[in-house]
Structure formats: C-alpha cells, structure tokens
C-alpha cells in the first residue's frame, strides 16, 4: 500500500472523528441544563482569610536558601531581589 492511501485513510478517519465530536457538541449545546426538583441550599460559610503568614513565611525561606548559596547565578541574584521585594509589600499590607 502507497503512502498515498495511508494518507488518505488517516484523512478520513480524522474527518469522520471530527464530525463525529462536533455533532455531539451540538447535541450538548442545545439541550437546555438538567432541572431539579429541590432548591439548592444555601449555607453561610466563613469569609475566606488570606494566608499572609504562611506566604511570609515561605519567601523567608525561600530568601534564607538563596543567601545561603555559594555561587549565585544572575538570574538567582535578581531572583533573590524580587523576593525581597516581595517580603516588604506584603509586610506593608
């Protein structure tokens, strides 16, 4: 068999699949979302609190590890400066 006919098998197949998926997406589409008899409940939940103190503590230990290397790359170097910059905006929060 010619390369030609592999081609043109593997054409077909990939054009019948893609027919195949954008039929189903239309049927997905159009059909309107499943409807529940029960009203969703609802529940107070507690507001979300940010989680300064871990990230503060994770960019100080991240900059110790930094310091703490012999041979810093530049890119190790400028790395090390944004989280220093970093630290101080969140401590000014």
Do not use: C, H
């Not at 997905?28 to 103190?53: A, F, G, L, N, Q």
């Amino acid at each position: 068999m010619s390369s030609f006919w592999k081609f043109m098998g593997g054409l077909l197949v990939g054009a019948a699949a893609g027919y195949v998926i954008n039929e189903e997406y239309k049927k997905r589409r159009k059909s309107p979302p499943p409807v529940t008899s029960e009203e969703p409940k609802v529940t107070k939940t507690e507001p979300v609190k940010p989680k300064v103190e871990s990230e503060v503590n994770m960019i100080e230990n991240l900059i110790r590890e930094y310091e703490t290397k012999k041979n810093r790359t530049r890119q190790q170097n400028d790395t090390l400066d944004l989280l220093r910059i970093k630290l101080k905006q969140m401590k000014g929060m």
